[in-house]
Structure formats: structure tokens, C-alpha cells
């Protein structure tokens, strides 16, 4: 993966569910590069979101890349389901596991990209040795679970860190921010060293803009140089 680029993924939770396969359309052409799909369990997070059915109907859909995003406990399990239903990307969170250096070979051998979800209040402190086994760092904004929360603004100096520990070791980790990504913390997190942004309520889906239309404002928002 490539650090300098920008990626934007799509939060299909986000979209409308009655008419989904329209709205996937439209991010296609409004040009995004992902569709992040949150998997809750009702056990690490206080809420439940897509799962097994949804990949297997949209994998033939659309050549959008799956960024998945496990938000459930014991990850280990539905690893090699969600990498066989087609996951491009699978990022579970540390917090879920012990076992971080085996399940990320274990998502790496299975052919697929594999990134570390990090709860606003964890410190980053967590991926100093397993930095050169992974593709992405995803920080989170907010805490996971729910659509439509408000920024945790402390995490912006996380994402520094982060950016600065993997610069430090030449290394080529995608840093994503997912969570209130929008007008107002965009420009912070890019300055910060983000370069994957998750489009969710706060933006793609907030319902100001058409979606294609909103996807193409928030690529804008997101390459400007701040
Ligand atoms: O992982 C998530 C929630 O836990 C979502 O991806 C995220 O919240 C995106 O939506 P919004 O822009 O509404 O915050
Ligand atoms: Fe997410």
C-alpha cells in the first residue's frame, strides 16, 4: 500500500439500506475506492451491523475493493469466513485479542491486506512490534459501535504519533481514520498523516449532497493540502 495515496472508503452502514445496490452505484462513480463494512457483534460494541449474507450478495456486485472492519469479539473465528466471502482488507481491533502477531499472519496468508483497529482510548504504544507485519492502522475518532458520534479530538496527536513511528522506520502503512471524518477533521487528520478516510454520516451519507456528488467533494476535501 502506498502512503502518499489517498483512499477513500465508503461506510456502507451508512448508506440506505432499502436501496443499497443504487447507493453503491453512485460511489462508484463518484469515484470511491472502498466500501467499509462494519461487523458488530453485539458483544464488543453495544450493537449489531452486516455480516455474512451481505458480503456473498455484493461481492458479485461491485469491483470496489471490501475494507472489513471487525468490531466483534474472538475476530480470530471470522477471519478466514469474511476472507473467503471476498475481504480485500481485514482489520480487527487490539483490544479483541492476545494473539495479535498470529492472526495478522494468519489474515496475510490468506492472501489479504491486514490492519489494526486502535480505540481512541488505547495508546499507540501497542504496535511497536508488529509495525512490519501489517498494511493498515486504523484509528478510530470515535468509539466503536455507532454511526454518527461526535470526534474524540485527542486522537488527532495519536494519529502524529502513529505517522512519525512508521515514517521513523521507513515502513508503508495506510493510516485510516474512521469515525466523524468530515469538513472540520479532515484538514487535521491529513495534516496529522491520515491518508485513508472512512465517509460516513459526517460526510458521503449526511444527506446535504447528492452521493455521487458528495463523494467527489469529500476526494477534494481529502487531496487538498492543508
Ligand atoms: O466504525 C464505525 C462506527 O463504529 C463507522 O465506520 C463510522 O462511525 C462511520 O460513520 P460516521 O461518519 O457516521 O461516524
Ligand atoms: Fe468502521
Redesign the pocket.
Known amino acids: 500500500m502506498n502512503e502518499e495515496t489517498i483512499k477513500i472508503s465508503a ?1 456502507l ?2 448508506a440506505n439500506y432499502l436501496d443499497l445496490l443504487s447507493d453503491i452505484r453512485k460511489l462508484e462513480e463518484g469515484g470511491v475506492n472502498m466500501l ?1 463494512l ?1 461487523i ?1 457483534d453485539g458483544h464488543f ?1 453495544p450493537n449489531y451491523a452486516l455480516g455474512t449474507n451481505l458480503l456473498r450478495k455484493l461481492r458479485p456486485q461491485t469491483s470496489l475493493l471490501f475494507d472489513v ?1 471487525f ?1 466483534t469479539s474472538n475476530p480470530e473465528v471470522s477471519i478466514p469466513i469474511f476472507a473467503d466471502l471476498g475481504a480485500d482488507i481485514i482489520t480487527f481491533h487490539v483490544e479483541t485479542t492476545s494473539r495479535l502477531h498470529q492472526m495478522v499472519s494468519s489474515i496475510k496468508n490468506l492472501g489479504k491486506k491486514a490492519g489494526l483497529a486502535l480505540n481512541p482510548s488505547t495508546p499507540p504504544d501497542i504496535l511497536e512490534y508488529i509495525f512490519p507485519y501489517i498494511d493498515m492502522v486504523l484509528v ?1 475518532t ?8 461526535k470526534f474524540v479530538p485527542e486522537v488527532v496527536k495519536k494519529v502524529q504519533i502513529i505517522k512519525s513511528l512508521i515514517d521513523s522506520r521507513h515502513l508503508n502503512i495506510d493510516i485510516a481514520v ?5 469538513e472540520k477533521t479532515v484538514p487535521l487528520l491529513k495534516k496529522a498523516g491520515a491518508n485513508v478516510f ?6 458521503i ?1 449526511s444527506g446535504k449532497d447528492e452521493i455521487e456528488i458528495a463523494a467527489r467533494k469529500f476526494r477534494e476535501l481529502c487531496e487538498k493540502t492543508y
Open positions: 461506510s452502514d451508512c467499509h462494519d458488530m460494541v472492519h468490531m478510530m470515535v468509539d466503536p459501535g455507532f454511526v454518527g458520534q474512521d469515525g466523524g471524518i468530515g472512512i465517509a460516513g454520516t459526517s460526510s451519507f
